[in-house]
């Protein structure tokens, strides 16, 4: 069983940034792939960034491309994701969440193949 925490979140400018953390315990993080989604109000969870074990991929959704980075750092079993000119398309609750199931990262950032979520934590860009 995997717990995870999310923290970072917070109010930004247009065009700022933010740096998400998501520490994990329970289990080791280096034995799951990884990803960032995020629910909009009145819309379904999106995955946003995610990062296979399997394969050694890396998905991002289309309209962040470019703009957001997901890393990890295994020893201390923290997961990141840096926003960078943030949007006002970009808001939302973002979640942690983790998996030992999906062979690709793209697959990892489908919701339905989650095993483990973190609460989330809120985003919101406004000027």
């Known amino acids: 069983q995997v717990q995870l925490v999310e923290s970072g979140g917070g109010l930004v400018q247009p065009g700022g940034s933010l740096s998400l953390s998501c520490i994990a315990s329970g289990d080791t993080l280096h034995y799951y792939s990884i990803g960032w989604f995020r629910q909009a109000p009145g819309k379904g969870r999106e995955g946003v960034s995610c990062?296979?074990?399997?394969?050694?991929?890396?998905y991002y959704k289309g309209s962040v491309k470019g703009r957001f980075t997901i890393s990890r750092d295994n020893p201390k079993n923290i997961v990141y994701l840096l926003l960078n000119n943030l949007k006002p398309e970009d808001p939302g609750v973002y979640y942690c969440?983790?998996?030992?199931?999906?062979?690709?990262?793209?697959?990892?950032?489908?919701?339905?193949?989650?095993?483990?979520w973190g609460q989330g934590t809120q985003v919101t860009v406004s000027s």
């Open positions: 990062a296979s074990i399997r394969d050694g991929s890396t």
């Open positions: 969440a983790a998996s030992q199931w999906p062979p690709t990262a793209e697959s990892m950032c489908d919701e339905n193949k989650v095993q483990f």
